[in-house]
T-cell receptor, first 114, second 118 residues
Framework: SQQGEEDPQALSIQEGENATMNCSYK?????LQWYRQNSGRGLVHLIL?????REKHSGRLRVTLDTSKKSSSLLITASRAADTASYFC??????????????FGTGTQLKVEL | NAGVMQNPRHLVRRRGQEARLRCSPM?????VYWYRQLPEEGLKFMVY????????ESGMPKERFSAEFPKEGPSILRIQQVVRGDSAAYFC????????????????FGPGTRLTVL
C-alpha cells in the first residue's frame, strides 16, 4: 500500500452526523496534514499535526495522530452538505539528505446528504 | 495576497502537440511543486523546484516532460508530444519553507489545469 492511504474510500452520511476518515502511512514523519478538495477544484489545507502531537482541533475538525501505529484520523463533527468533498492526508516524511516532499494518499470521498 | 495562480484552467491538445502549464506561486514563496491527479485518484508528486533550480524531479517522467522556474516569471511545466495518457489535472503548489528544511512544510495549492488530449 502507498504512504498515506485513506480509509474508507467513500463515505456517505446524513447532515448533522459525524464523519470519520482514517489515514495510514509507512515512514517516520515530521507532520501529517489533511487537505480538502471540492470537485474540480484545487486542494485546501485544513489542519497540520506534528509528530509530537496526539490530537488537534480546529473548529468542527478533530485530528488524532498515533505514531506508534502510523495512523491518523480526521473527524468532522455536525457535518453539513458543504462538507461534501474529497479529503486527503499528506505526510511530510523524515528523510535524511533533505528534499522531502509531501506524499498524498488516494483520498476519501465524503458525501453529506440533506 | 493572491493565492497560487495557474493558467490555463483548461487546456485541450491533440496527440503530438505541446502543452505548457503555468504556475505563479504565492507572493514571497520561492518553492514550487507540481502534482498530477488522474480521475478518481490522489495527487502524485512530479517535481519540486526553487528559483532557477530543480531540487527533486523523481516523480516526473524522463521523456517529454520538463519543468522550469526561472528567476523572473512563473514556473512552467511543459509536456511535449502529448499522448492521451497525459490527460489529467495538474496542480501546482507553493510554500515559503522548502521541503526538508526546519519548520512546518505546508503547501498552498492552485486551482489546477485540466489537460485533455484528444
Amino acid at each position: 500500500s502507498q504512504q498515506g492511504e485513506e480509509d474508507p474510500q467513500a463515505l456517505s452520511i446524513q447532515e448533522g452526523e459525524n464523519a470519520t476518515m482514517n489515514c495510514s502511512y509507512k515512514t517516520s514523519i515530521n507532520n501529517l496534514q489533511w487537505y480538502r478538495q471540492n470537485s474540480g477544484r484545487g486542494l485546501v489545507h485544513l489542519i497540520l499535526i506534528r509528530s509530537n502531537e496526539r490530537e488537534k482541533h480546529s473548529g468542527r475538525l478533530r485530528v488524532t495522530l498515533d505514531t506508534s501505529k502510523k495512523s491518523s484520523s480526521l473527524l468532522i463533527t455536525a457535518s453539513r452538505a458543504a462538507d461534501t468533498a474529497s479529503y486527503f492526508c499528506a505526510t511530510d516524511p523524515q528523510l535524511t539528505g533533505g528534499g522531502n516532499k509531501l506524499t498524498f494518499g488516494t483520498g476519501t470521498q465524503l458525501k453529506v446528504e440533506l | 495576497n493572491a493565492g497560487v495562480m495557474q493558467n490555463p484552467r483548461h487546456l485541450v491538445r491533440r496527440r503530438g502537440q505541446e502543452a505548457r502549464l503555468r504556475c505563479s506561486p504565492m507572493k514571497g514563496h520561492s518553492h514550487v511543486y507540481w502534482y498530477r491527479q488522474l480521475p478518481e485518484e490522489g495527487l502524485k508528486f512530479m517535481v519540486y523546484l526553487q528559483k532557477e533550480n530543480i531540487i527533486d524531479e523523481s516523480g516526473m517522467p524522463k521523456e517529454r516532460f520538463s519543468a522550469e522556474f526561472p528567476k523572473e516569471g512563473p514556473s512552467i511545466l511543459r509536456i511535449q508530444q502529448v499522448v492521451r495518457g497525459d490527460s489529467a489535472a495538474y496542480f501546482c503548489a507553493s510554500s515559503p519553507v522548502g521541503a526538508g528544511l526546519a519548520g512546518d512544510h505546508e503547501e498552498f495549492f492552485g486551482p489546477g489545469t485540466r489537460l485533455t488530449v484528444l
